[in-house]
């Protein structure tokens, strides 16, 4: 069965970084995409950055130009490094892989980490 860790969150001040990652385990082919999403208590889910199978990434607004999505060959560890973090970043991030056709579904989830960024 699939599986993911996320692990690296802890609390920083405005303007630090911080890199975020997530084991993978259980797979049963290398086809499908990654991704981070974070949520706070006043908003839903949102993904933030992607990487699909053919490696590109893409962002949302939020974080475009401050965080980088990467994933090492071996597919076993996604990366979230978070450059210039503002408290609105403060979320519990969670990393998640979709695993079917066309990668319109995230249906693997890991149990989220907590960061919280200080004024």
């Known amino acids: 069965q699939a599986h993911l860790v996320e692990s690296g969150g802890e609390s920083v001040q405005s303007g630090g970084s911080l890199r975020l990652s997530c084991s993978t385990s259980?797979?049963?082919?290398?086809?499908?995409?990654m991704a981070w999403f974070r949520q706070t208590p006043e908003k839903e889910r949102e993904g933030i950055a992607f990487?699909?199978?053919?490696?590109?990434?893409t962002y949302d607004d939020s974080v475009k130009g401050r965080f980088t999505i990467s994933l090492d060959a071996a597919k076993t560890t996604l990366y979230l490094q978070m450059n210039t973090l503002k408290p609105e970043d403060t979320a519990t991030y969670y990393c998640?892989?979709?695993?079917?056709?066309?990668?319109?579904?995230?249906?693997?989830w890991g149990q989220g980490t907590q960061v919280t960024v200080s004024a």
């Open positions: 998640a892989a979709a695993t079917g056709l066309g990668c319109l579904i995230y249906n693997v």
């Open positions: 259980g797979f049963t082919h290398s086809k499908y995409c």
């Open positions: 990487i699909s199978t053919d490696g590109t990434s």
